[in-house]
């Protein structure tokens, strides 16, 4: 499988990360490239092959269904580029 | 570089519980070597009021027979962990400024534990890279240096800030972290010591996340015994990590010197890579015969998913990062690019504050998990994972305890090599003998087993089994004792 242009132009809108024209060709050649090599996967059988689902065969620990930090709004909105009263600053979204 | 600063921690250790010098004099030694070697841009932030404070309140418990494990030891912190009000950026533009109201689970433990934190260490942006060129604060410099050459070399990635501090004396040892090499290739390429525990065996809490089902932290140290004793503090059971593992952290150090007769190593068939450098075989060859003279059983083992382990790792580790790094959007820190409309703020922020190499791999792994290629593309690779897990626990049930390997495919590259980054696969590659270890979730440790034919530090490798890092670290020993110690001459104070 490979991209084209408008392929790469709508990946990098579904990363939210700005490309310039010129900058398409040159990725769409780095990622076909990237995409080529991976393509070796194909000859290896998977077929009746479970994904790994976790490297570590453990089980999910419980913890009791409490409380146990929080409380400090102006911690968490401390390293924000904009933030008014504890709140994140962003545009205007809602007309 | 002082006398002091010489001393491995073990050393460092027991001098300063015998009270033959001061935590503070261990620390302002430290910090000279630091301030004398700042052409190597090993350290990204220097914080040695910081370090006279722990120093001294180190010396204050020692003082009252209170001393910790790690008590006075100076050691450097590879930014991507979290440092309580100290900057930590995972050495992106993305993350301006930002510095965090919590400590990682890691750091955590090494200050409670009595270390003193000297400042915070370069690496490759958000640990993706293999040479430490992709830091928003520029490459840093391999002390190591050609015989007769001044040519400078990278330090291998993404933990190249750790490795080269630990080489060059500015700090007793080092945290580093280790998604498909990160660890093990900057030490082979620095003649230091590097394990990536099991996954699970650390804490990843408060550790900027790159691949989440890969990531795992571990120590770089100058010797085999202080990676043990590092690997001792850092590792814990958290209860703010749920993949963390409940099993008791065992005392490493305790292992070793003990002999290694009867154990059986295992010697990978698939490791041995079409024009491999003859350097690489040699010294393959001869980790061999060291391990065969010190008693142990050598079998010929065969891992037949090996060459698939490295194209498997470029869907995961890129599919895990596409969301991972979807939280640096400009609100709630770092670096914000305005825009005409949020959607056109988010793009602006993402474009300029990730490095090329990063939005590759956004783009990667926004792409395979994008409707349609999902199965093709990542559960394929999970697949893959699988029959690669599935190869390593079938020569573990065969009674092997340890699996040699090299540690990289070459000895430290230089900075900026045109071949090297001629295309982002070439990089890529250099993970080739790592990078399985990641995809099995097992330990591995890289330890200095020679020079190659320029005078540059070469690394073998040692597999384990889950949780048993004890065993590598008594392997290691052996190579250790047989190889002797590496030193880099001292051109850069």
Redesign the interface.
């Known amino acids: 499988?490979s991209?084209d242009q408008a392929?790469?132009r709508r990946?990098?809108?579904?990363?939210?990360?700005?490309?310039s024209d010129n900058e398409v060709p040159k990725?769409e050649g780095?990622?076909n490239?990237?995409?080529g090599?991976?393509e070796?996967?194909e000859?290896?059988d998977?077929d009746n092959?479970?994904?790994?689902?976790?490297?570590?065969e453990?089980s999910?620990?419980l913890?009791a269904d409490e409380v146990n930090d929080g409380g400090?709004a102006d911690?968490?909105?401390?390293?924000?580029?904009?933030s008014d009263e504890n709140f994140?600053m962003?545009?205007?979204?809602v007309e | 570089m002082s006398d002091l600063s010489k001393l491995t921690i073990a050393q460092a250790r027991d001098a300063l519980s015998k009270g033959q010098f001061k935590a503070v004099e261990l620390a302002e030694a430290y910090i000279s070597a630091m301030e004398a070697a700042r052409s190597l841009n090993a350290y990204i932030v220097e914080t040695p009021d910081k370090a006279r404070k722990m120093a001294a309140a180190s010396d204050e418990r020692i003082a009252r027979g209170e001393a910790g494990p790690l008590e006075g030891i100076p050691l450097g912190i590879k930014d991507l962990f979290a440092t309580q009000g100290i900057h930590t950026q995972a050495c992106s533009h993305i993350l301006d400024q930002f510095k965090p109201a919590y400590e990682s689970t890691v750091t955590a433990n090494l200050w409670e534990d009595g270390a003193v934190m000297l400042g915070k260490l370069n690496m490759d942006e958000f640990a993706m890279g293999s040479s430490n060129e992709t830091s928003y604060y520029g490459p840093v410099k391999n002390p190591w240096r050609a015989e007769g050459s001044n040519a400078d070399l990278v330090p291998g990635g993404s933990s190249g800030g750790s490795a080269a501090a630990v080489a060059a004396h500015i700090c007793a040892g080092a945290t580093a972290t280790d998604t498909g090499g990160s660890i093990r290739q900057p030490a082979a390429f620095t003649g230091t010591v590097g394990i990536k525990p099991t996954y699970g065996r650390v804490s990843r809490w408060g550790t900027v996340a790159f691949a989440s089902s890969l990531d795992q932290a571990g120590p770089i140290a100058r010797d085999v015994r202080d990676a043990a004793i590092l690997l001792k503090s850092i590792a814990s059971v958290d209860p703010k990590d749920t993949t963390s593992v409940d099993i008791e952290v065992p005392d490493y150090e305790a292992v070793i010197g003990n002999s290694i007769k009867g154990m059986k190593i295992g010697i990978p068939a698939e490791y041995r890579m079409d024009g491999m450098p003859d350097d690489i075989e040699a010294l393959w060859q001869k980790g061999i015969d060291w391990l065969r003279d010190a008693g142990a059983e050598i079998v010929n083992i065969s891992l037949p998913h090996t060459k698939y382990a490295l194209p498997a790792y470029y869907i995961v580790a890129p599919a895990e990062a596409s969301s991972n790094l979807a939280r640096y959007d400009g609100v709630r820190y770092g670096l914000r690019v305005p825009g005409d409309d949020i959607v056109s703020m988010y793009e602006n922020t993402r474009a300029e504050g990730f490095g090329a190499e990063v939005r590759r791999r956004i783009m990667i792994g926004t792409y395979v998990l994008s409707a349609g290629y999902y199965d093709a593309y990542y559960v394929k690779a999970q697949k893959v994972r699988t029959l690669i897990k599935q190869d390593f626990e079938t020569s573990f049930a065969d009674g092997v305890d340890a699996i040699l390997t090299p540690a990289t495919p070459s000895a430290a590259f230089g900075i900026a090599d045109q071949d090297m980054s001629s295309v982002p696969v070439k990089m890529y590659l250099n993970d080739i003998f790592t990078v399985t270890v990641n995809m099995a979730g097992l330990p591995g440790i890289a330890v200095p087993a020679g020079l190659d034919a320029n005078g540059l530090p070469l690394g073998l490798q040692l597999i384990g089994r889950p949780f048993d890092e004890a065993t590598l670290f008594q392997i290691g020993k052996v190579l250790e004792d047989q190889a002797g110690r590496f030193e880099a001459k001292n051109w850069w104070s």
């Open positions: 499988m991209v392929t790469v990946i990098a809108r579904l990363a939210r990360i700005r490309i990725l780095e990622l490239h990237i995409l090599w991976i070796m996967l000859e290896v998977t092959v479970e994904p790994m689902t976790s490297v570590v453990t999910m620990r913890r400090y911690r968490v909105t401390g390293n924000a580029p904009a994140f962003v545009p205007k979204v």
